[in-house]
């Protein structure tokens, strides 16, 4: 609330986080919306067995989709790359699970009408996330509303798929310039025409949906919607931003973080906007 957030997504709960926040809901002392995502199958079985729990409690709780993980983060080489990393010769990073079982989990939690939210970092990350998610029948898919969670880097040839096939690109601005100087050394010039990509996507016509991805990055929004326009640091690093041509207009970075978020949490007729 201290910066001015009315509700978060919470990116991976257990069924003990979940029975907190109904108990905090039913005591009425939710103060946050909560949009829950069940941390991987198993989780998802033990919170939601019975299929997506729509928003509830004055609309301060929800859990309808299951958070999974594709890779690494960028930082400790565990993003999956196509190609070695440019500083680490003979690494690429490591799959988390390889692309049949990814596809058989995406596949089975969509079939059970709940929004799959896939973690990832790398090129091949991503690559195998947008065939994962190919996989859904078109109408589920585009109905489930299917979440990339950071879209960091993203090979070129990539990057028009996520309109193509109705994927959500969920980003958070101030993972670019946090990550600049070492998103150089990881992988090199070429590599970055897909990093960060926002302008490029909105420009393909995908829906992004920007957080902070709070507690890694600070939670205040003003943070993200200066790195989003500015491309630059908190303190004004580098002079001039980091690699503009990717940066949003206010409005377009505003967007995101409001009714770009309501929209991924299936939410836009009840939050995101203040409308007379």
């Not at 299951?66 to 680490?88: F, I, N, Q, T």
């Not at 489930?144 to 880097?153: K, N, P, S, V, Y």
């Not at 205040?220 to 001039?240: C, E, I, K, W």
Request: cysteine-free; glycine content about 12%.
């Amino acid at each position: 609330a201290s910066v001015g957030l009315t509700g978060a997504g919470d990116a991976g709960i257990d069924r003990e986080d979940w029975d907190r926040y109904v108990r905090f809901a039913a005591a009425g002392k939710l103060t946050a919306r909560i949009y829950a995502m069940a941390g991987g199958p198993a989780n998802l079985a033990a919170i939601a067995p019975a299929g997506p729990i729509a928003w509830r409690d004055q609309d301060r709780l929800a859990l309808m989709a299951v958070k999974l993980y594709e890779d690494g983060a960028l930082g400790s080489r565990g993003a999956w790359l196509r190609e070695p990393y440019s500083d680490a010769p003979g690494q690429r990073g490591i799959p988390f699970q390889d692309e049949a079982t990814l596809r058989r989990n995406v596949l089975d939690a969509t079939s059970r009408g709940f929004q799959t939210n896939v973690h990832a970092i790398g090129d091949a990350g991503n690559g195998a996330v947008l065939g994962a998610f190919a996989a859904v029948p078109e109408a589920r898919r585009l109905a489930l509303r299917l979440r990339d969670e950071h879209t960091q880097i993203v090979a070129a040839e990539d990057l028009p798929r996520f309109a193509r096939l109705g994927i959500i690109a969920s980003m958070q601005p101030t993972h670019a310039t946090s990550d600049k100087g070492m998103a150089e050394a990881r992988l090199g010039e070429a590599r970055l025409v897909g990093a960060y990509a926002w302008k490029t996507l909105i420009g393909s016509g995908a829906r992004l949906a920007f957080g902070s991805d709070f507690p890694v990055e600070p939670p205040n929004p003003f943070y993200g919607l200066h790195a989003a326009v500015t491309r630059q640091s908190r303190d004004g690093m580098p002079v001039g931003g980091w690699r503009m041509s990717e940066a949003l207009s206010l409005q377009q970075a505003f967007a995101a973080f409001t009714t770009g978020a309501a929209w991924a949490e299936h939410a836009e007729d009840k939050f995101g906007t203040l409308t007379p």
